[in-house]
């Protein structure tokens, strides 16, 4: 069975047992979500498409880690004007592991 949620603006497949990382939550180290933006939910052959969401689909994840990216280095000149402006960004994630999925 697998599922693909929206959580921060994107989209992932997810099945149980699955980790990834996702945009920053506020939630607590090994507090437990649940996500309700559940786009289709599959189980086998039984495929339930949402317009936009599946009702009643919920998946289940327990939040493992907090943490940051890779520096992206951001780089902005101009020729001749003497100017060049350095700056960095590391984008703020949250590591979670899929426990559950569920459709009532």
């Known amino acids: 069975m697998y599922a693909v949620i929206q959580t921060g603006g994107k989209q992932y497949r997810v099945s149980e047992g699955t980790t990834l990382q ?4 506020a939630a607590d180290e090994g507090a ?3 996500i309700d933006k559940v786009l289709m939910l599959a189980d086998g052959d039984d495929i339930k498409v949402g317009s936009p ?5 919920r998946v289940i994840a327990t939040v493992k880690a907090h943490g940051k990216g890779r520096k992206v280095r951001i780089i902005k000149f101009k020729r001749r004007k003497h100017h060049l402006k350095r ?3 590391r984008q703020a994630y949250t590591e979670i592991e899929v426990t559950g999925i569920s459709s009532d």
Do not use: A, F, P, T
């Open 22 to 25: 996702v945009e920053k939550i």
């Open 32 to 34: 437990s979500i649940e």
């Open 53 to 57: 969401y599946v009702e009643g689909g």
């Open 87 to 89: 700056q960095g960004h």
